[in-house]
């Protein structure tokens, strides 16, 4: 197991345009998590799953962000009509539920020009 | 309203001498502190945690100090490494979902 998968490692769009992320957690998580962090800040939470189901999403997470994890495997996060504001690095975490294990993958940087 | 605080964005040390990273909390619930390491274009890695029943936890030159009373935790790093360098964050962990909340980071500079 290599850990915790991120695709693409850089994405450069135009504003307007639609991106998705991808997530590939240690194989044996149960819990996935995506956060973001900005210039600056320490990484936010966004949302996670357990198992398939998406049991809390931040208020951070607008009606333009939506996250799936449709076999409890891996993992998609989708930005609608991209804003330059939404320029960050996106990073996903997996875990067992516990703190233990907790690892986060290599994020994907997002630019929005 | 930020609910873990790293008041400190950057420090810089010599070589072989003690860093000493702070970190301040709100919540006297949170019951589990984790300290984290990130280099550039990389994912933060762990690096040592503690339990809120615990004021001491060592491992190798890291030891991170918790004071409840004064709602605040330290990592000190003995002794430093250039390659110790990088943005270290401190988060406390929700035992309800498991999500992390961090800190703002504090960008630590082994100087040879």
């Known amino acids: 197991d290599t850990g915790v998968s991120q695709n693409p490692r850089h994405k450069i769009t135009k504003r307007g345009q639609n991106v998705t992320f991808r997530c590939d957690p240690i194989s044996e998580h149960n819990r996935l998590y995506w956060y973001r962090q900005t210039l600056g800040q320490g990484p936010e939470f966004l949302t996670y799953?357990?198992?398939?189901?998406?049991?809390?999403k931040s208020r951070l997470l607008s009606d333009r962000f939506s996250a799936e994890r449709p076999k409890g495997s891996f993992s998609t996060l989708e930005i609608q009509r991209t804003e330059q504001g939404d320029s960050a690095m996106y990073l996903c975490?997996?875990?067992?539920?516990?703190?233990?294990?907790?690892?986060f993958g290599s994020g994907t940087r997002l630019t929005v020009v | 309203d930020q609910q873990v605080k790293q008041n400190s964005p950057s420090l810089s040390v010599q070589e072989g001498r003690i860093s000493i990273l702070n970190c301040d909390y709100t919540?006297?619930?949170?019951?589990?502190f984790l300290w984290y390491k990130k280099y550039p274009a990389e994912g933060p890695t762990f690096l040592i945690s503690?339990?809120?029943?615990?004021d001491k936890n060592e491992d190798g030159r890291f030891t991170v100090f918790l004071n409840k009373s004064a709602k605040h935790l330290s990592l000190h790093i003995v002794p430093s490494q250039p390659g110790d360098s990088a943005v270290y964050f401190c988060?406390?962990?929700?035992?309800?979902?498991?999500?992390?909340?961090f800190g703002q980071g504090t960008e630590l500079s082994v100087k040879p």
């Open positions: 919540n006297s619930m949170f019951d589990y």
């Open positions: 799953f357990q198992n398939e189901a998406q049991l809390e």
């Open positions: 503690i339990s809120s029943i615990k």
């Open positions: 988060a406390v962990f929700y035992n309800q979902g498991g999500k992390l909340i």
């Open positions: 975490a997996s875990s067992l539920g516990g703190h233990d294990g907790y690892t």
